[in-house]
């Protein structure tokens, strides 16, 4: 998402360089300045979402949100150390870095068989969870571990991400779906 002038984009009619001054005084000096942002949606973890977003001193343009991408996967992993510094966050965040990588894992099977971004990757993994009602991250272990013909690799303990039956017959037929596309 680009925006030239922030403050006047009808997108967001209530985001306002009047209204932000009025929520936030403090900042007078450095709303002043804001002429554009970029935002870029990122996966934060299996049923979430993360918005990166740059505020500019100049209109944003799609060389921006091209860069932007190129440092997401850096972003967000900052965001999870970031959050696992927090005292009653450790084991959430030890959670979300297990999932991610199951994540990461499957989007390289889907983009490898597409041949499609990690973007078109990511939606087709979040599609197929939906439409087999199976979670996302149990869907991805699933498929790494059709393809791989083997347990994937995961830490022992209360981590494991355990596909149940209908998981492995959602990646099954997502491994068809991608395979029969590749012909």
Request: contains cysteine; proline residues 6%.
């Amino acid at each position: 998402m680009v925006t030239g002038d922030v403050f006047a984009d009808d997108r967001w009619p209530h985001l306002t360089l009047t209204g932000l001054l009025g929520h936030h005084p403090e900042f007078a000096a450095d709303w002043a300045r804001v002429r554009g942002v970029a935002a870029l949606p990122a996966t934060w973890d299996n049923e979430g979402l993360l918005v990166l977003s740059v505020v500019l001193d100049r209109p944003a343009t799609e060389e921006t949100v091209s860069v932007l991408r190129r440092h997401e996967r850096l972003a967000t992993m900052a965001l999870v150390v970031a959050e696992a510094a927090q005292p009653d966050r450790t084991e959430q965040t030890l959670d979300l870095l297990q999932s991610r990588a199951a994540l990461e894992e499957a989007k390289g099977i889907v983009i490898a068989l597409r041949r499609c971004g990690p973007d078109e990757a990511w939606s087709t993994l979040r599609r197929a969870s939906q439409e087999f009602n199976v979670k996302v991250r149990e869907l991805a272990v699933a498929l790494v571990e059709l393809i791989a013909g083997a347990p994937a690799p995961q830490p022992d303990g209360e981590r494991t991400i355990t596909p149940g039956p209908a998981a492995r017959r959602a990646a099954r037929q997502v491994l068809h779906a991608l395979e029969k596309g590749c012909r």
